[in-house]
């Protein structure tokens, strides 16, 4: 786990001086092994359905988009890109959650007590951030919400689908 941190992760110096590429390496970086668990077991969870639905390409550039609007998100607020691919997660989750009633599949997962352990967690981590209990990157992860569930309200209005799989398109 720390090699991941020192290969994907810059410095906040490193990132303004045009390193931007630090915005997306940043959420392959993790320190503690709990960390990297959660993030893996929720992308592989809700990532496999979220490709399926909307077709791989689509995904990879959910994927990246989420990755650097959460990191950006956070290092224009404290500074630091901050560690890890929660915000990605939280934009899956985002996404998932706003378009489980166009993609049937998001069902599964989205329930009504994955929804209350991710907006749970959330406001747990906010609060533990607020009382110096441990420090999470809040931003990232309301970032990624509101970006996941932007794109997925966005899908919703274009009749057409702006996230469609090939499969959905013929």
């Known amino acids: 786990s720390q090699i991941c941190y020192t290969l994907f992760y810059l ?10 590429w630090g915005l997306l390496t940043v959420v392959f970086a993790h320190v503690q092994l709990w960390h990297l668990f959660f993030n893996v077991y929720w992308l592989w969870l809700l990532g496999g359905l979220m490709e399926s639905a909307i ?14 609007i959460s990191s950006g998100a ?3 607020a404290s500074g630091s890109t901050g560690i890890g691919a929660s915000g990605v ?20 997962i989205i329930t009504k007590q ?20 441990f420090r999470v ?23 057409a689908g702006a996230f469609q799989s090939e499969q959905q398109k013929q």
Not at 57 to 68: E, M, R, V
């Open 114 to 133: 994955n929804i209350l352990l991710f907006i749970g967690w959330l406001i747990f981590c906010i609060i533990a951030t607020r009382l110096n209990i």
């Open 11 to 20: 410095t906040s110096i490193v990132v303004r001086s045009g390193n931007y």
């Open 74 to 76: 956070q290092f224009a």
């Open 55 to 68: 077709g791989r390409l689509n995904w990879i550039g959910f994927f990246l988009l989420a990755a650097i």
């Open 137 to 159: 990157g809040n931003t990232a992860h309301v970032a990624g919400l509101l970006f996941g569930a932007g794109a997925a309200f966005l899908s919703l209005r274009n009749k």
């Open 89 to 108: 997660v939280y934009a899956m989750f985002g996404f998932m959650w706003i378009g489980r009633e166009r993609y049937p599949s998001f069902q599964r």
